[in-house]
């Protein structure tokens, strides 16, 4: 509360770690997005249609005043859901996630907290309908398990080992309470990437995230969501990108670089060859062998 009884928020920033996290491209990408509104001198729409940690997303709302008419969009049910009670319902949500870092913290052992974790993995996979204690043992779940990350097996249950983090901030309060506000301008959907064409206006700017197909055999080893994103999803998002094109508006979309494993492997170069392709250096921190992470090539490719 500043002196003047207003609440001063900070920046929101994602409430989740989620792997794929765009948080060093946002530069990069942020400068597409201000190329196209600094050249038309115009309001745009925004649709994120694979939202996941929302990285690009809070930067969006934080930076860019002309961009009023925001929709994302993810598979994941249980990551739509927690936007959606940020967005509705954060108090209690506030209220449940401060009891349990309490009871977390009390725990002295990581054996314990292992245990408690463990627990709650088990209520969460439990708990089959929408509710805030669901929302509230997710971004649990998040901070203490192995990396942060979400993955699920074939019956769509959450599988990830605890990550024996010492003191996780569990209730990020400032974070949550700006998070909040900002969604209240954002619409968010739960579905197909194919069903956002529906929120085109005129003048739209798509920002497209999907899963990234794998650069080798190896590195598939995660799941978001009951649904494979495979070789057939990038062709079918390819032809998503072509009627974002048809229909005058812009996309920016991110994926995974395949060359840098083979480069013979042209999957990207000839699917995209009719637009704009740019190699960034990334850096990969998901792996669970230290030496395996470090600076790979990603796509940036755009229409524009």
Sequence with gaps: MSSSGVISLQNPKPFLKWVGGKTQLISEIAQLINKIISEKKKKFSYIEPFVG???????????????????????????????????????????????????????NTV???????LAKREVFNS?????????ALLLLLNKTCFNGLYRVNKKGKFNVPFGKYKKPNICDKDNLISVHHYLQK?????????????????????????PYKP?????????????NFDDQEQIRL??????????????????SDVKNYDSSNNFFDELYKQYNIKRV??????????DKRGEIFELLITNF
């Design 186 to 210: 954002v619409k968010i959907l739960n579905g197909d990437f194919q069903e956002t064409l529906n929120y085109i206006n005129k003048d739209t700017i798509f920002y497209l995230d999907p």
């Design 215 to 227: 650069i080798k055999l190896t590195s598939s080893f995660t799941s978001y969501s009951e649904h």
């Design 127 to 135: 708990i089959n309908n929408y509710s805030t204690e669901k929302v």
């Design 281 to 290: 250096k990334a850096r990969r921190n998901i792996n669970s062998k230290g």
């Design 53 to 107: 940690g929302g990285a690009i997303l809070f930067h969006i709302l934080n930076q860019f005043d002309k961009i009023d008419n925001i929709v994302i969009n993810d598979i994941n049910y249980n990551l739509v859901n927690a936007y959606r009670e940020i967005q509705t319902n954060y108090l209690e949500l506030i209220d449940l996630l401060l009891d349990i870092e309490t009871q977390y913290y009390l725990l």
């Design 238 to 255: 390819k032809e998503f990108c072509d009627e974002i094109h048809r229909q005058g508006n812009y996309f920016i979309l991110s994926n």
């Design 111 to 117: 054996e314990e907290k292992q245990k408690f974790y």
